[in-house]
C-alpha cells in the first residue's frame, strides 16, 4: 500500500471495513440477543400457554406446551369478561384519552420548554411536587369530582379522568425535547409568516415524533389496562365498561380461574402489542433526519 | 434554552407570552381537577378518623400523624421504599441503556424484533405476573430452582417469595424485569436526538465505537437522562401491583413497601375498620419526605456544580 | 380449666395428661362419618331438577336456562331494567350461572349486572357507591363491616316488604337463623345466609393414595398431634421430594389465623379466638401455643410444603389435585373445582387432628348469617326481593345445592338431601354437623356492640401474621408474640368500649362474658336470658 493513497481512498476503505464488520458484528449481538430474549419472553408464553391449560395444569407450573390445548378457555374468556362487548368502550376510552394527553402535554411541554414568562417556574415546581404524591387512595377525590360535574356513568366521565391529572412525566419529556430543538426552525417559521399556533403545529410538534409515540405507548397502556376508574365510575352502567374490568371477572373467594384469566388477559394484550409494533419504528426514524438541516 | 420575553413591564411580558398561558390552560385546568385537588382533598382526609365508608368522619387534628411517626411499621415500609428505589433504578437503567444502545445500531435487522420482545414483559398483565412468577421461583419443581440446584450454585432449593431474607430483592428482580421495557424505550427515544452527521464526522475520524459512545452519544444523552432518572425513581417508589400480588407485602411485613402500606391500612383490613384517613396521612407524610429529600438533592447538586464552576474560573 | 405445659402437645408422653385436663370439654369421640346412603344415580345428579316437593307458589313455573324458577306472583315492573348485584363470587357465581339466565329469560325486561370482585375490590366499589347514591341494588359487605354497621347507618333496607309471601317465606327458615343484631334488626329482616354458617375449613383433606400408601388411618379415629406429625414425616420421607407430607397456604395470613385456631380449639381453646365464658383472648392460652409449636416442629421436621410461604390460599389449594402434598387442614368448598378439573382425583376427608385422638372441644359458629343486603336507595327493590326470596327459599337452596354438588351445607335440611350432592360433601356435613356448635354473640345480646364494631381498629400485626412471622421466624419467641397480641387485642377492645361508651352507646367489657355457656352445647335463643 503506498503511502500516497489519497485520504478519500483511505476513507472509502475505512467505510467499507467498518460496514463488514458490522454485519458480523450484527449477526453476533442477534444470537446473544435471541437468547437473552428468549429467557426473557419465557413468562409472556407461559401466560399464552396458560391460555391454553386446564386451571390444574396451569398449578403444576413451568412446562409451557399444554397437555391438550383448552380453546374453550378463550371462548369462556370472551363471554364471561364480556370482551365483544367490553372492546368498543375500551377502544372509545383509550384512543379519546391518548387523543387528550398528547395534545394538552404537547402544548404544556412546548410552552413550558420553550419560553420563559412570569409564572412559568411556578408552573413548573407544583408539576414537579405533584410526581411525589402517592397515588394509592385519590382514586375518592376522584370519584367525588366526576360526581359533582354529574360525569358519572358517561364514557366522558372516564376519559376526562383518566385524561386528567398532571401527566408531569410527558410534560417533561415533550419540554426536553422542545428545549433543545434548534432556533433557527422557529425563525424560518417566523419568516415564512407562521405564528404561535402554526409554528407548533406545523413545524415543532412533527418533529416530536419519538416523544409522541412514547406518551402514545405509555398512556394506550394504562388506559387499555386500567380497571379500578372505569369500575367505579360505571356503577349504574355496566354496559359501559372497559376489558380491564372484565378481567376481574376470574377471581373470586374460593376459586381464581387463572386459565380464562390468561386467555382474557392474553386477547386483551393483542392491541397493545399492535400498537407498540406499529409505532416503534419511530424511535428509529424520529427527528434524526430534520435535525440534520 | 427556554427563550425569554423581552420586554420591560410585566404587562407587556404577560401579554407577548400569552399563547404561552394559551397552551398551559388545558393540561394545567386537567391538573388542578384530577391532580391538585385530590392531593388537597387527601391532606384533608388525613385529618380525619375516616374508614372512608361511613358519614361519620370526625376532624383530628393530626392525630393521625402523630401516630404514624410512632408506627414501626410505617417506617419499615418507608425504609422499603428507599431501598427499592436505591436498588432498582440504577440496575435497571444501566442496563436498559446497555441494550438500547446494542438495539440503536442500524446494522442490526432484527432490531424491530428484539424491541418488542424487550417490550412484552411491560405489557404483561400484573397479576398474571404475580401468578407465574410463584410458579417460576418456586422452591418445589420451580425452574429456576431446578437450574441452581443443577448447576451446583445453591445446595437446597431457595424459597424466593417466602423467605424474609429473600422476598423484597425477588420482588425488586421481578420489578426490574417487567419495568426494563420502558426504560428501554426512554432510551431509545433519548439516542435518536444523538445528531447523526456528528457520529458520521467522529467515524471519518477514525473514532471507534467505545469512543464514539463515550464522546458523542453518552455527553447527548445527559438531560435526558436527569428527567429518566427521575421518572424511574419515581415509579420505584410508587411500586405497588407487582408487590400485593406476588406477595402482599409478606412474609410478614418483609416485602411491604409504602404503597402497599398504604393499601392496607385503606382497603384491605382485617379485623377493624378501614382508615382511609391515616392511610392519607402516610401518603402525605410519605410524599412530604419524599419531596424534601429530592429538594435537598437538587440544593446539594447544583452547590457542587456551582462549587466546580468556581473552580474552573480561579484556573 | 387446669394450666397445660405445652410441650405436651408436641411430645407424646404428655398426651395423655392432655386428655384428662381436656376431660372438661369433652364431648363424643367423632366417629367417621359414613357417607349418606341415597347417593343419587349419577344422571340425576348432574342435571338439575328444580323445584323440589315443597308447594312452590301457585302459578305456572316457568323453565328458563336449564333452570326452572318457581313463579313467585309478584308484581314487577315491566320497563326494561337493569340491576345490579355485586359480592364476592365464589360458590354463588357457580349457582349464578345458571340462576341468572333463567331469571333473565323468566323477565325479559329485566338484566342482571352481576359482579363477582375480590374483596379488596369490593371493598372500594361498595363504600363509592354508597357515598354516592349509585351503590350495586344487592351487596355483600366488605370485610370491616357489619350488618349492624350496615343497617345503622341507612346503607341497607329490611326485606320485609320485598320479598313475595314474606311471613311465610321466614316461617319456612328452620329456627335460629334470624337473630336480632346479626340479620334482624327492630324486628325487621335484613339479611340470610346462602350456605349454613355451620361449615368450617377446619377438617383433615388428604390424597387417599398417598396415606394409604404410608399405611396411615386417618378416618376410624382422628389421629393425635404426634401422630399427625409423625405421617407428614413419613409421607414426606414416602414422596421423595416429589411431594410433601403437609401443606398449608402460609402465604395467606387470614389462612394461618384459621389453622391455629381451629387446632388450639378443638384442643381446648373453647370459643376460638375469645372464650365467651370469660370474655378474655384465647391468644396466649397453652392450647394456641402448643399449636403454633406442632407447627413449627413439622416444619423443623421438613415435613411442609417448601414454598408454603409464598403460596395463597388458592394457589395452595391447587397444588393438592396435582399430588404435591398428602395433607392440608381445609374445609369441602373446592368438591365442584376438583371434580370438574381434576376428576381422577382421589381425596377425602377426616376429623383434624386432637392431641389424644380422642378427646376435642367443638369448633363454634356464629349465630344467624348473612351475605347480601339489599340496598337502601336501589332502585327496583322488589326485583332485588324477588330473586332474594327466591335464593332464600328452600327450593332456591336445594336448586343451589345441587348446582354446588353440597359443596357448603345449606341451612335447609330437605336442600341438603338434594339430588346431586357429592358424596364427599355429606361426609364434611357430617363431620361439620358432628363437630361444631353455635357459639354465644355479644352483638346479639347487646346490639349497641355494632358501636364498638365501628371503632376498633385492625391490630397491627393481627393474628394471622403473627403467626406468619413465626412460622417463618421473623418471630421467634410463640408465647412472647401471642402474649402480646392478647395484650394488644386486650387493649384495643377496652379502648373500643371506652370510645363507643363515649358517644353514648350502652356498652361493657361485660357483654363479651356468657357465664352460662357450655361450649359442648349449641348456645340458643333462651340461653341469652
Known sequence: MSATTSSLTLQRRFAVGWLRGSRLRATITSLILGAICLVWTYPFLWMVSAALKTNVQVASGAGLIPPSPQWGNFERAWTQAHIGQYFTNTVIITVSTVAIVVATTAMMGYALGRYDYPGRKIVLALYAATIFIPEGYTIIPVFDLINRLHLNDTLFGIILAEAGGAHVIFVLLFAGFFSQLPHELEEAAIVDGAGFVRTFAQVMLPLSGPVIATTIILQFMSSWNNFMLPLVLTLSRPELRTLGVGMFAFQGQYYSDWSGMAAAATISLLPIIGVFLALQRHFVEGIAGAIKQ | MARAFAAPVLSERLYAARWCYVFMLPSFGLAILFTFWPIAASWYFSLLDWSGFSDERPYIGLANYVELIGDPYFWQAFGRSFLFMAVTVPVRLTLALIVAIVLNDAALRLAPLFRTLFFLPVVTTSAIVGLLMVFVLSPFNGPVNQALVASGLVGRPIDFLGDPATALYTVMGVSVWKQFGVSMVYWLAALQTVPPEQLDAARVDGAG???????????????????????????????????QTMTGGGPFFASEVMEVYIYRNAFSVQGGTPRLGYASAAGVLFGLTVMLIALTQARALRWARQARGDAGLRQ | MRMMKRRDFVIGAGAVAAAAALAACTSAPPAPAAPPTQTPPPNQAAKPTGAGPTAAPAGAAATGGGLTLPNSGAKLPTEPLTLRWADNAGLKAIFFKDFLPAYQKVHPNITVAYDGLPLPELAKVVPLGIQNGNAPDVFELPTGFTGAQAVQQGWAQSLDDFIPNFAQWK???????????????????????????KKNNALLLYNVEYLKQAEIDPASRPLTWDEFRAAAKKLTQQGAGKYYGFLTAAGEPGRMAMLIRFLAQMAGAVGGDMNWKTGEYNYATDQYVAAVDLLLAMKADGSIFPGSASLNALQADDQIPLGAAAMMINGSYMIPKWRTEAPAFVWDYASQPVPDGKTFSPLTYSPGGSVWWLYAKSKYPEVAGDMLGYLGSEVGQTAVQQAISGAQPSVFAKANQAAGIDPLARKAAALYEQQMRLAPSPNVRNPAIAEVDSELKPLTPDFGAVVQGLFTGQLTDPSKALTDLKDRADKELDRGIKAAQAKGAKVAREDYVFANWDPTKDFLEADYR
Open chain 2, 209 to 243: 465505537r467505545w469512543d464514539l459512545l463515550r464522546y458523542i452519544t453518552l455527553p447527548h444523552l445527559r438531560p435526558f437522562a436527569i428527567v429518566i432518572v427521575l421518572i424511574t425513581a419515581v415509579s420505584a417508589l410508587r411500586v405497588f401491583d407487582l408487590v
Open chain 3, 171 to 197: 316461617a319456612s327458615y328452620p329456627p335460629g337463623i334470624f337473630v336480632n343484631g346479626n340479620n334482624v334488626f327492630g324486628g325487621k329482616t335484613y339479611s340470610f345466609p346462602f350456605v349454613s354458617n
